[in-house]
């Protein structure tokens, strides 16, 4: 599938992963309170096993975005394919953040509706929390990664660049 383009600058990029690992921490902190924190059975060890390979499986899904996308072509000019570079990269943080988030919901979900209180919460929102900022963050290696993708035809993008510089 390919990957959506977004009319974008690194900085709403970094923006945008900054706001969704901190909304997504601060919403696992208040529902832990307001599901009795520890105060519940521990759950099982299959379920614990389950919420864990479940963000193992979110995370891989996302370290195989950059793949997904085409290559630009060689023949355009600097300006546009640096837009369209960012724009590319910013499609592929929504996808990696969709990918890592699913995992997250479903311990939410499960919090809910099994008897376990914020225990859920805890042992996928450590891991998952790490994965999702591993993922979502604009990081040398995140942009190197889509922009050896998206450069593997001879154009020359500046994604790495485009981060470096803002």
């Known amino acids: 599938m390919p990957s959506e383009e977004f009319d974008a600058t690194p900085a709403e990029v970094r923006n945008f992963a900054l706001l969704q690992v901190g909304l997504t921490a601060g919403f696992f902190v208040l529902l832990f309170f307001m599901l009795g924190g520890a105060a519940e059975d521990y759950p099982p060890i299959w379920l614990i096993v389950l919420l864990v390979a479940l ?11 950059w793949l997904s996308s085409s290559p630009l072509p ?4 600097e300006p546009e394919l640096r837009e369209r ?14 990918y890592c988030e699913a995992p997250l919901l479903f311990a939410v979900v499960v919090s809910f509706v099994g008897g376990y ?7 996928a929102g450590f891991p998952g929390l790490l994965v999702l900022a591993w993922e979502v963050w604009p990081s040398l290696r995140n942009t190197s990664m889509s922009a050896a993708m998206l450069d593997s035809q001879g154009a020359e993008s500046h994604l790495v660049e485009s981060f470096l510089e803002s």
Do not use: H, S
């Not at 060689?74 to 000019?77: G, T």
């Not at 570079?85 to 499609?91: E, K, Q, S, V, Y």
């Not at 209180?117 to 042992?123: D, R």
């Open 55 to 65: 963000v193992a499986v979110g995370a891989f899904f996302a370290e195989r975005v």
């Open 85 to 98: 570079a960012i724009g590319i990269f910013a499609g592929q943080t929504v996808r990696k953040l969709i």
């Open 74 to 77: 060689a023949d355009a000019d």
């Open 117 to 123: 209180g914020g225990w859920p919460l805890v042992i």
